[in-house]
């Protein structure tokens, strides 16, 4: 597909339907596997979980469009890795003020624009090998912390009263 805006357009709206489909298979189902997918609450690194499966998932399922799956994906691995990276920063600064769930949903939607905008774009001196791994380092860290999160800020559930402090006598 040579109209970079269709494509933009395909890849964007993918990524969110995945996103919704994500958190919609996780609320229903309960499973476990599912939470490696979707959040399994509101901590930043879980949230960041909306950007990275929907625009891996995105890509692969577009790829056809712009060369083939592995050029895509190749050619997109920094967006992969950098976008919820971002997100997951983003999340954290803007946890600290408590916010309302249309503020998460609002910068998950801009992180969407903006990987799914940068991820067809030929990024200059970044060996490809170096983004590669990262990305499913990324992957398995997500893997990891879904059954054996840290106990530490960014990575515990805000709903959670022990996560927020000990309560005194």
Known sequence: MKDHFNRFVIRF??????GLALLWIHRWSGHAAAGIFAPRFASPWELGKLAYWPLLGSLALTGWMSGGIRDTLRRAMPCVVLTPAALFLVFWAVSLLRPAGGV??????VALLVGTALSDREWEGAPGNLWLILAV???VLYLLFTFLPPLAGPFLDPADAAAMATIPD
Request: proline content about 0%; glycine content about 6%.
């Open 13 to 18: 709206l993918t990524a969110f339907l995945l």
């Open 104 to 109: 998460y949903l609002l910068f998950w939607l």
């Open 137 to 139: 380092a990324l992957g």
